[in-house]
Each structure stands twice: as structure tokens, then as C-alpha cells.
């Protein structure tokens, strides 16, 4: 009787703690969850520094793998194709960034000779091919002021830098516009006996730049631990 009433209050007691895990573990979802919504509702909120700097704010999202890889296929490609399986990251984040700079620069004579050395040679061109029509035009803009040939404008453009200017008489005029967009994985490198992987032997953080023209010069992660 004695070993009944014994083994009773222990599958009570297990059960209690199974129960209590089962709650906790519910609960924590469940907040997961709220904070997921509040963070997918919640937009970007742009503001300044104290010392004047761009900035950027959002709430972080917080999912498991399946979901990752469910709903952010684009995150899951881009991590698959740096050889880090799904389990083994830790976290995610992605940040673009628009650069815009007009650039207004004065022409130095040697850029101005050398459009009066092109005019000459397609000059020497036309007499070559006896183009009597042209040459005649090309020799009046020879014998005209480079400072006041007519202003000529130019753009070119790839899908990650855009530049349009202008050449005026004395100096050219740029808008260039570069778009770059930053993907970072933190993931866990595992330990190496043989062919076997186990444990965590450091953490690591991957940046992957979606512009070619770019170069990451510097990268860093701190992780603040807590006493």
C-alpha cells in the first residue's frame, strides 16, 4: 500500500511538471506570437542621432525554422547559399540603404581640349571621306570658344547605381543614386572531430552585400552578456 501511495505522488509529481513545462512553453509561444503581430504591424520610424546621423528603428520579428523557412523564402535561399544550414542560425536581419550625392565639378582646360581634339579629328574625318556637308559645321564649332559649346547631357544606369548629368560650358552637374541592400546571419560554427560536427565552437557573423559595386570594409558584433 505504502508503495502504491509512494508511486502515485511520483507520477503526480511528474505529471505536475510535465503540465508546468507544457504551460510555460505554451505561454512563451503565445507572447511570441503577440510580439510577432505588434512587430508585422509596426513600420520603420526614420529619425536623427544626436549627432545629426540617419537612423532607422523596427521590432524584432522572432520565428522558428519552419516558419522561416515558410514565410521568408528569399532569407532562406540567400542563407542556404552561404553553406549554413537553417538550424545552425541563431539570427537574421536585413537593412537597405539609398545613397543620393549631386556632384558639381568645374571642367579643367585639359577636358576642354580634349573635346576640341575630338572635333578635330572627326574634322580631319570628314575630309578624308570628302563629306563637304560637315566639315564646314565642324570647322565653325573649331573656331568657336570651348567655354561656350552647347551643354550635352548623359545617363547611365544598372539596377544598382543611376547617374544622370549634364556638361555644361565651364562644369558638370551629376545625380548619382546608389541602392544597396545588406543581408546578416549570425550563425553557430559547430566543432570538427573527423567527419562528425557537435557543440558550438564560436559564433559567426555573415554580411552579404546585394550591390557588386560595393565592398564591405569593416564588420563587428558585440553580444552583451549579463551577470
Keep these: ?26 505561454t512563451h509561444d503565445r507572447d511570441r506570437l503577440r510580439s ?20 532607422a528603428s523596427v521590432e524584432v520579428l522572432r520565428l522558428e525554422v519552419d516558419e522561416l523557412r515558410k514565410h521568408k523564402a528569399d532569407a532562406t535561399r540567400q542563407i542556404r547559399d552561404l553553406g549554413i544550414r537553417l538550424r545552425r542560425v541563431e539570427a537574421t536581419a536585413v537593412a537597405a540603404t539609398r545613397t543620393e550625392v549631386t556632384v558639381r565639378a568645374p571642367l579643367t582646360d585639359s577636358a576642354r581640349q580634349a573635346r576640341l581634339a575630338g572635333l578635330r579629328v572627326a574634322a580631319d574625318s570628314a575630309r578624308a571621306r570628302t563629306n563637304r556637308a560637315l566639315a564646314p559645321q565642324i570647322e565653325q564649332l573649331l573656331e568657336v570658344d570651348p567655354v561656350i559649346l552647347p551643354p550635352r547631357a548623359f545617363r547611365w544606369g544598372d539596377g544598382h547605381v543611376d547617374i544622370r548629368g549634364i556638361v555644361t560650358r565651364d562644369s558638370v552637374l551629376c545625380d548619382i543614386v546608389s541602392v544597396d541592400t545588406l543581408r546578416q ?6 566543432r570538427r572531430f573527423l567527419f562528425i560536427r557537435y557543440g558550438t565552437k564560436a559564433i559567426r557573423q555573415e554580411i552579404v552585400s546585394s550591390n557588386p559595386h560595393s565592398r564591405i570594409v569593416y564588420a563587428e558584433y558585440i553580444q552583451m552578456r549579463r551577470k
Excluded: C, F
Aim: no cysteine.
Design 36 to 55: 510577432n503581430q505588434t512587430a508585422l504591424l509596426d513600420s520603420v520610424r526614420h529619425y536623427r542621432t544626436a549627432a545629426g546621423r540617419e537612423a
Design 185 to 190: 546571419v549570425l550563425h553557430r560554427v559547430p
Design 1 to 26: 500500500m505504502k508503495r502504491l501511495y509512494l508511486l502515485s505522488i511520483i507520477l503526480l509529481a511528474a505529471t505536475t511538471w510535465v503540465l508546468y513545462h507544457r504551460l510555460d512553453a505554451v
